[in-house]
């Protein structure tokens, strides 16, 4: 199967395209529930986007944000403000 392939109206590339925003709940109701008739019909976005749905699990458990100091705070806009 390639990137290009269609099931279920969505191509793999479309689906890969918009994992971030399903895993985020910021996809309409419409693109939702094609991106999850494409998975549930094809094996390799099923197989790739449950181990991706895992690994985002496991990386928002372990990372927890933290409250910068304001000493850090400003060097951190220091820098960012630098980069623009």
Do not use: K, W
Not at 4 to 21: F, K, M, P, T, Y
């Amino acid at each position: 199967m390639s990137l290009d392939d269609r099931v279920a109206g969505i191509s793999c590339r479309e689906v890969l395209a918009q994992l971030g925003d399903y895993q985020d709940g910021g996809l309409a109701a419409n693109a939702r529930a094609a991106l999850e008739a494409h998975v549930g019909a094809c094996a390799n976005c099923a197989a790739f986007g449950g181990a991706y749905g895992g690994l985002v699990a496991r990386l928002r458990e372990r990372l927890t944000p933290r409250d910068l100091d304001a000493e850090r705070a400003a060097r951190l806009a220091a820098r960012l403000a630098q980069d623009e």
